[in-house]
Structures are given as structure tokens and as C-alpha cells.
């Protein structure tokens, strides 16, 4: 193992601006220093194996530059590319391995769903870089280490081209995007209240007792991803945030949702179910919080989600090992409130991180309860396929640790489009309106984006 340290950077997006162009980039962000919520922000670039699934078949540019193509499950793929686990002595949370998204719709490699919403785009439902070096900035020490496994032999020569380009003055300059076109939802006021009515027919029957019901949203778009993404990180800064640069697209999160983490045997997720708009009126901000603490529907609707995951993650845990440490717990971001729930375990001697993922995946707080019927549900009534929407974007160390988001607050770049998606979780005592009114709540950041411009 190696490990270098380099001179700190406050703002660690300065540093990645140096490599922001280059395919396969990617920028794991804690929103430090618009948020302190997070510790540490994680750079990586040049893969040396890289992972794209298009429903049946992966392709695979191995470490030899071969293209290999495999129809074996893409997550039994990825174990097998990240290898024997190796003992991580630095204290570092990621000293290489696997970084990349989960689509939503990898689902389908592991539940049997029909096929009814239009697929339109043409991405990967899963897109992992194996990568061997990373730059790892620590925010609460105020310092940064270039660190490797040291896995492949190219990593050892290019080790002082990546020390002395992280070492340089960081003046690169964004290069600036428009968008060019209202924004448009894929679902009028009456679709969206016609397919709300069809989930309360489905709970009132006894299908189903909570269902994500989403809408898409689209604009034209041209010029920079990754002068966006900085855009959007001053309007929404986020804990799990992160821009991921593809060749065939970009992912600009800036997810307030932790779905997994493994760190040793310790697992933990936090759930997030329950939202209220923000007011400027600090006052009025401050009701609006204890309004939902004390909201018996967001109270109960978090609860679900907790069973369901409580469930989900024990497939994974030792039997009695699965608690939940904090419940309806209030966290507060640039434009909504958010109740969220702590559930943690101690992973089975014979379960992995990538175990523990298959076990859980999709996150059940974007899909609803119970899971498989929900996402039924949302494939009969959402017009279009969520693609990384509610996906995670995760890292899997090749020292078996793991941390991994719920990709909401999240935009595709992809052609000359921008898509995003915002929804939430319909139960018995939902109301329309309110509901309806919840998805804009949320697309708030992103709507705001498309306003900034440069």
C-alpha cells in the first residue's frame, strides 16, 4: 500500500476540476465547506477495469485493455473483479476498489418485473470503474493523501504524474452551461392524481400499504456537467452528493440519503421518509420542523420504511444483531426538512458488502412496502423507467468496506438533455394536493439550478 500526503484544499472540487474532463472521473462529495456533515470527499479517475450493464450482457475493458463481454449477474461480476479483500492499515475510508452507480433498474437483474414504462435512456443500469488510487481529503483533520492498494503495476508509474498534478495551484476555470428550454414534467396535475388514486385503490385492497410514486422532469441543455454540478452544489449541498463523469453521460447528485454503509462488520442505513418545504421566516421555519416531527402520517409512513429495511438488511446480519439506534430524527437542508431514521447491524461471518447491497437493492425508502408489489406499482404507473433515479451510487472497497447513497436530488446528463425525478411515498392518509405539492418541494434545488445559469 501507498500513501502520500498532499497539501489541503477547503473546497476539494478545486482538485477534481483538474481531472473533470477525463472519462470515467468521479467525485464522491460530503458538501464540505457549504455543509460540515460530512468528513471526507473522495477523487478517482483512470480505471483500471471498467464495468457497463445493458440489461442482459456487461461489458468489461479489463486491465489488459481486452473488451470481454459476460452475461453473468453483474454484482457476482463486480465481486470478481475486485478480488481477494486486502487489510486497510491507513485509516483512510477508501484506499481503491469499486466506484460507480446502480441504476434503479438493475432491479430487474434480481426481481422478476414487467416491462411497461418507456426506456429512453440509453445508460448503463450499472456503470463501475475498478479503480487503484484514489485522493482522499479529511476535513475534520484539514488533510489530503493520495493512497493505492497498489493493485496494478501502471499504478506505480504514473504515482509522481498524480502527485504532481494534485500539488499544483487549482485556477482551472468552469467553463460555464445554459439550459434552453422550459422544463417539463412527464405527468399533468390530472396523470399524477389519476395515478395517486390507483395506489389508494391498491392499499384499500390490500396490494400494498405504501408506494414511491414519482414524475420526471426534462430540459434542454448545453455546454458543461461539471460546471452545473458546481452550480448545484452552491444552491443544495448535500452529505451524499456526487459527480460522476461517463463517457455516454453524467450523474450530478446531491443526495441527502445515506442507503448502506459497512465499515469492518458494522452496517448502517438511514432512511428517509417525511418532508417539509423550508420557509425563510425563521419562525415559520422552525413550526414547520416540530409540524413534522409531530406528524402522526410522516411518523408512520417512516416506520414502514424501517421495518421494511430492518428486514432487508438482516438477510445480511447476524440473527439479533439489527437495531435502531435513532428514529424520526430531524435533519434540515437548503430547501426542505427531512425525517430520518438510524438502522445498524453487525454483517454474518459468511455475508460481504456486495451481499448485503443484492439483499437490500433497490433502497425500499424510493420504492415502498412491500417492496416487490411497489415496484410493480411504480413500473404500471410512472410513464418512463427511473434509470440511476433512485439507484445508488456507491464505492465497495477492495478492503470489503462500503458506503453508498439513494440517488435522489439527482440529474442525468444525457444527449443534450437534462432529467431529473422527484416523488415520494403514498400511504392511506395521503392527501393529493399535499402529495403533488411534496414532489415540487424537493425538484425545488434542482428547478433552482436551471436558474443559475452561467
Avoid at 95 to 113: F, K, M, S, T, V
Avoid at 330 to 341: D, R
Wanted: aromatic residues 10%; charged residues 25%; contains cysteine.
Amino acid at each position: 500500500m501507498k500513501v502520500s500526503e498532499l497539501p489541503y484544499h477547503r473546497n476539494a472540487a478545486e482538485l477534481f476540476a483538474l481531472i473533470a474532463d477525463e472519462p470515467w472521473s468521479m467525485f464522491l462529495d460530503s458538501g464540505y465547506p457549504r455543509i460540515d456533515m460530512g468528513r471526507y470527499d473522495i477523487i478517482v479517475s483512470r480505471p483500471a477495469i471498467t464495468l457497463a450493464t445493458y440489461g442482459d450482457a456487461t461489458y468489461i475493458r479489463d486491465d489488459a485493455d481486452n473488451n470481454i463481454t459476460s452475461t453473468e449477474d453483474p454484482l457476482l461480476l463486480l465481486k470478481q473483479y475486485l478480488g481477494e479483500q486486502d487489510s486497510n492499515l491507513s485509516g483512510l475510508p477508501f484506499c481503491g476498489g469499486a466506484i460507480g452507480y446502480l441504476a434503479y433498474d438493475l432491479g430487474r437483474r434480481l426481481e422478476d418485473l414487467p416491462e411497461l414504462a418507456i426506456n429512453d435512456i440509453d445508460m448503463p443500469e450499472m456503470a463501475v470503474g475498478i479503480y487503484d488510487w484514489a485522493l482522499i481529503i479529511d476535513h475534520h483533520v484539514r488533510r489530503v493523501w493520495l493512497t493505492s492498494f497498489c493493485r496494478f503495476k501502471k499504478t506505480e508509474s504514473i504515482w509522481p504524474e498524480l502527485l504532481e498534478l494534485f500539488s499544483k495551484p487549482t485556477t482551472k476555470e468552469a467553463k460555464g452551461f445554459r439550459v434552453t428550454s422550459d422544463v417539463k414534467s412527464n405527468m399533468s396535475r390530472e396523470q399524477y392524481g389519476l395515478a395517486f388514486d390507483k395506489i389508494k385503490k391498491y392499499i384499500l385492497e390490500g396490494d400494498c400499504y405504501q408506494v414511491n410514486l414519482s414524475q420526471r422532469f426534462v430540459a434542454d441543455f448545453e455546454g458543461d456537467s461539471w460546471s452545473a454540478y458546481l452550480k448545484l452544489r452552491d444552491v443544495n449541498p448535500a452529505p451524499f452528493a456526487a459527480y460522476l463523469n461517463f463517457p455516454f453521460a453524467a450523474v450530478l447528485s446531491s443526495s441527502p440519503e445515506r442507503f448502506l454503509r459497512v465499515t469492518g462488520n458494522q452496517v448502517e442505513t438511514k432512511p428517509i421518509k417525511g418532508t417539509k418545504h423550508r420557509s425563510v421566516f425563521a419562525y415559520e421555519d422552525k413550526a414547520l420542523a416540530v409540524c413534522l416531527l409531530e406528524s402522526e402520517k410522516d411518523r408512520a409512513e417512516n416506520l414502514m420504511i424501517v421495518d421494511l429495511l430492518r428486514n432487508d438488511i438482516s438477510k445480511s446480519c447476524e440473527a439479533g444483531s439489527v437495531v435502531v439506534p435513532k428514529l424520526f430524527a430531524l435533519e434540515t437542508y437548503a430547501t426542505v426538512h427531512h425525517l430520518v431514521s438510524t438502522i445498524s447491524g453487525i454483517l454474518a461471518d459468511d455475508k460481504d458488502a456486495l451481499d448485503l447491497l443484492r439483499g437490500c437493492f433497490p433502497g425500499g425508502s424510493i420504492t415502498g412496502a412491500p417492496k416487490l408489489r411497489s415496484m410493480e406499482i411504480i413500473e404500471e404507473l410512472e410513464p418512463h423507467r427511473r434509470s440511476v433515479y433512485c439507484g445508488s451510487v456507491m464505492y465497495v472497497g477492495f478492503d470489503g468496506n462500503m458506503d453508498s447513497n439513494i440517488c435522489i436530488r439527482t440529474l442525468i446528463k444525457y444527449a443534450a438533455q437534462l432529467y431529473f425525478n422527484a416523488g415520494g411515498g403514498i400511504v392511506w392518509d395521503s392527501k393529493v394536493d399535499s402529495e403533488y405539492k411534496e414532489c415540487f418541494d424537493k425538484a425545488a434545488a434542482m428547478l433552482k439550478l436551471f436558474k443559475q445559469e452561467t
